[in-house]
């Protein structure tokens, strides 16, 4: 039989062209947001965490796909009888990207740096609980606590608690030294972020040789990137009414999960008139969840009446405290004093939640009177005016660290929310390891945020997901802030 030459040209051509992609190692992620630094332990913004996180940085615990704790620089633990004294036994032969060792000298000087009073860690109340950290040996380190704390070995698998070598930890905002299977390649600011396999990683080694992160700020932008293969997945996008287009083609696979991102109207308690319950109470009667939600996230949100995740076990329903209802959010303003209403502003992040919603929100409000000046700002500028400076009237945001509602018993955080009761239930929360227990203290915990409409609670955040149908291993839900690579990979 004889075979045309062109034939065997083409079946040559398939096989050349499938060999290749079967050996295809490298991705390119979509981001809508840079991240201001890439130090996961000098910034609040999630941005840092979605690079960095379990990729070239790791805790001595992880946060795994489910939410789970799991083992990382610290292989196991022990706990005293009395819930007080944590000693980790650390893994060896670990080094960092810049080839220097790790050992428990580099967790005690993390541990320490972070709770240290000229920390400038973002989440410094995740270490409140510490008393001393000992160095046993050089694999071990005894952490004694002053309390009990049911969460302390959650607390440690956040982004905010990775560890970082003294070496380097002064310049790991530009150039990021961790332990990871990923270390940091370049960060052409403006435009992306690329990291490379770590061969030296101490632990199962990732399939992808080279990730590059591309900052995307909108949907605009990111669906044609995707579309023509410039872009291989967006692992957190709202794609907003571009999402059926990108779900109906084949070449893509679309997952639609959950986030710890509880997205509020933070409100400032401190500044009149948000120093009136009855003003705060007239704001949450003015919200509708469903409007909000259906131009904010896509229609994907799920509605929230308190700062908890509804795929948390102990999550309490709490949307009907303050149902959708102008006229009752009228006549509590005029109970506060002000039956004309008043002026004051919003400033909002660029992110399409926060842009859209405040548009839906504004308007919410001119309804019942109040006239909210819609004030954009950068994420950077949001970060320094808003959660630092605390100088805002209102804001919209998705807090996506998580479990973080002791975030309302920090006396200096952005809300200026001070409730004894409040502070009550999480100091018994925090000495408190009995999950029963525990699941009651947080319920109660929720209701007391609801009650004093601390922000406007809207709803979680999804994670819509849109990756190339031959990639596998992105997360489908966000327990943690993180885009974890370490079991992505393209297959057949």
């Known amino acids: 039989m004889k075979i045309r030459k062109s034939v065997l040209a083409a079946a040559l051509v398939v096989l050349v062209s499938n060999a290749a992609y079967a050996a295809r190692t490298d991705l390119v992620l979509g981001i809508p947001l840079e991240p201001p630094n890439l130090d996961p332990t000098a910034g609040a913004a999630a941005a840092i965490d979605e690079v960095l996180y379990a990729n070239v940085f790791e805790g001595l615990t992880r946060i795994g796909a489910r939410g789970e704790v799991l083992p990382a620089l610290a292989e196991s633990w022990t706990v005293s009888d009395d819930g007080k004294v944590y000693t980790f036994k650390l893994r060896t032969s670990v080094k960092y990207h810049d080839g220097t060792d790790f050992n428990a000298d580099d967790v005690k000087f993390s541990l320490d740096r972070a709770r240290a009073d000229n920390s400038t860690n973002a989440q410094k109340g995740l270490f409140a609980a510490i008393d001393t950290v000992e160095v046993v040996d050089s694999a071990t380190v005894k952490v004694t606590l002053k309390n009990p704390q049911g969460s302390f070995l959650y607390n440690m698998g956040w982004g905010d608690a990775v560890i970082v070598a003294p070496e380097s930890a002064e ?33 199962d080694p990732v399939a992808l040789d080279k990730v590059e992160f591309r900052i995307i700020p909108d949907a605009a932008a990111a669906v044609p990137a995707l579309l023509s293969g410039d872009v291989q997945a967006l692992p957190n996008f709202q794609l907003g009414d571009a999402l059926p287009q990108v779900q109906s083609d084949p070449r893509f696979k ?34 509708d969840r469903k409007a909000i939600i259906d131009g904010a996230s896509g229609g994907y949100g799920v509605p929230i009446g308190s700062h908890f995740s509804p795929a948390n076990a ?25 039956p ?13 939640y926060a842009r859209d919603g405040g548009q839906i929100i504004a308007s919410e409000l001119r309804d019942i009177g109040i006239d909210a000046e819609i004030i954009p700002v950068e994420w950077a500028d949001w970060l320094k005016q808003v959660f630092t400076e605390k100088d805002y009237d209102l804001s919209i945001v998705s807090h996506t660290e998580p479990n973080d509602i002791d975030i309302y018993a920090r006396k200096d955080y952005y809300f200026n929310y001070d409730n004894p009761a409040f502070h009550k239930v999480i100091e018994e929360l925090n000495l408190t390891s009995d999950e029963a227990k525990r699941t009651e203290l947080y319920g109660q915990a929720q209701k007391i945020l609801a009650d004093d409409a ?19 291993g992105l997360w489908e839900n966000a327990p943690i802030q993180a885009t974890d690579l370490t079991k992505v990979k393209w297959v057949d």
């Open 340 to 352: 004309d209403g008043f002026k004051t502003t919003l400033k909002l992040p660029p992110v399409g």
């Open 171 to 203: 310049t790991n905002k530009d150039n990021p030294v961790g332990t990871g299977p990923f270390k940091f390649g370049s960060w052409a600011k403006g435009s992306s972020i690329t990291l490379v396999k770590a061969d030296s990683y101490w632990g």
């Open 454 to 472: 601390v922000n406007g609670f809207l709803f979680e955040l999804p994670k819509i997901g849109i990756w190339d149908a031959k990639v596998e």
């Open 314 to 338: 102990a999550y309490v329903d709490l949307t009907g405290t303050y149902p959708y209802d102008p006229a009752k959010a009228k006549a509590l303003l005029a109970e506060a004093g002000f």
């Open 254 to 287: 679309v997952v639609i999960g959950s986030t710890e991102g509880e997205t509020v109207l933070a409100t400032n308690n401190k500044k009149p008139p948000f120093d009136n319950l009855k003003v705060r109470q007239a704001i949450a009667h003015a919200i």
